[in-house]
């Protein structure tokens, strides 16, 4: 057991030898215990160095071994859930020293991603796909005739979605050749397994038994009443001492639960179900955080971690206090609110911790929703509230949105509901890249008949715009940034904004007009001073200031900055409008390029697509000079 994080490299003989998962199927299975004590080592040790999700990958080590020791990948498809946890498997499949790097500029992804290895048989970001995958593998393998097997990794929090159950019933239904492994590390389904089911689970998980259990399908083969009576009897007896009985009714065959930190049991188990024919479903038990002391204790705080620095610096009383991030701003907004309406209703899928709802779970419990990872039903359970009178605030990150997009249109605007989107991490989010940029929601939001939509440019914008929106009726959304803001006094009012209207930041003279949307706008400050051009911070994407954009009507360039993709973004709501009224100035669209923006820190990603001070100055510059 760690007590803390080592801040030099540990001795890992054994894991040294491991270059890909065929040196690790080498080893004899005594040997198997010593490179997990190894594995969990290295990576505390890494992850300190770099930072980046931690008590999931540390959960998982003892099956991370296993899989592939069992398994002969790449050969075999092991599909990882989210993907958060897969530093082990990283580590195992020739990226050991890579691990160094993760989540940093050219730098290995924080998830799997098929590009970068032969090994991550698919890319995923978003929970609850590795089911649906695996089964896309599985019959493949069927409709290609080839003995290649796929295996589906999936956390007992990603269960809670709805499309790993639509999975699992296609499934069962079509008997894919697959096997679906449960990491239920004690976060949301069942209690650690006892003996006795551990017992229970070697003798299903037996050649003896499946050999039983197929004789007695031949020999009621003719009598399909006591066929069933038979299938019946074993689901109940299943059923009485493991939570699998649902499992079995989707067409699984469930074996478990079992210790996933078993290394023994987990190869025995695995090679059992190996070449079993049909659906298979194997529930092992593990703890978040395992071997490390504080992360056992405290598996949610430890869910990612910062790099740990070697001689942290004192902490002295001329230091700046830390400013707040814009989650904080919307978890103070939501308690101040809340206590003046008692219609206000937070609702979130799994994400309290990171949209700063921990205070508002605590004081008003009963108006508090997690769903879990369900964001379709987050949403349509808010359309059935706003249908009677409830206020509901959706709490949601903005990448996550999209999954409820067909919710947000069908069940939220085109009924014109009350129902408040208070959108996170908008725009680039740095180390954790694409697949959790919140890239597109002005882009697909704007398109929405009935929404009003807002990018509040600094914090305090940010209050009155997610007030603004909680007054309106109707559907809204405010949409901001992940991190801090730039440190502007916050008025603890519940003031409201004009809806459409923006504001002047600077007043130039030089024809040229820059309309800012959200975060982008006091960057193009720089831009706006030295060009003497006027800088509108226009807080609405929709509906836009047209009576600002009319008074600029004789302008000789119209700038329009923005952190969200450039088609379809607010820059071209602008120049929608201005093409309506007959107004056609030369236009310079500023924002997400059409690509994949790979991770790196923010600042880092600003400047490499010109969003920074310098770069929104260099881009006018150029246009300019295109004149």
Known sequence: ????????????????????????RKLTKKELSTLVRELRAYMLYSVGQTGGHFGAGLGV???????HYVFNTPEDRLVWDVGHQAYPHKILTGRRDALLTIRQENGISGFPKREESEFDTFGVGHSSTSIGAALGMALAARQLKTNRKAVAIIGDGAMSAGMAFEALNHAGDVEADMLVVLNDNEMSISKPAGALSSSLARIWA??????????GRKVFSGMPSALELARKAEEHMKGMVAPGTIFEELGFNYIGPIDGHDIELLTQTLSNLKDRKGPQFLHVITKKGKGFEPAEGDPIGYHAINKVEPDPKPITESQQPSLPKYSNIFGRWICDAAEQDSRLIAITPAMKEGSDLIEFADS??????????????????AAGMACDG??????????FLQRAYDQLIHDVALQNLDVLFAIDRAGLVGEDGPTHAGAYDL??????????IMAPSDENEC?????????????????????????VKIENTLETIEIGKSRTLHQGQSGIVICGFGRPTYDALLAAKTLDATLLDMRFVKPLDEAALLAQKDAKLFVTIEENAIMGGAG????????????????????????YEEHASHGAMLQRIGLDPDGILASIQNKLASL
Request: with cysteine; hydrophobic share 35%.
């Open 61 to 67: 080590i003892e099956l991370t071994v296993a899989l």
């Open 572 to 595: 071209s709501a602008v120049s929608e409008f201005l093409q309506s009224q007959g107004i056609a100035p030369p236009v310079l669209h500023l924002g997400l390029p059409d690509r």
């Open 1 to 24: 057991m760690f007590e803390t994080i080592p801040t030099s490299r540990p001795l890992t003989p054994l894991l040294d030898q491991i270059n890909s998962p065929a040196d690790l």
């Open 390 to 399: 409830l206020k509901p605030v959706v709490a949601i990150y903005s990448t």
């Open 206 to 215: 037996s050649k003896t038994y499946e050999n039983i259990r197929e004789g």
């Open 364 to 381: 008003y419990p009963d108006r508090y929703f997690d769903v879990a990872i369900a964001e379709q039903h987050a949403v349509t359970l």
């Open 463 to 487: 209050r009155k715009l997610l007030n603004t929106g909680y007054q309106y009726q109707g559907p809204a959304a405010v949409r901001y940034p992940r991190g801090t803001g730039r440190g």
């Open 443 to 452: 882009s697909y939001l704007r398109c929405v008949p009935k929404m009003i």
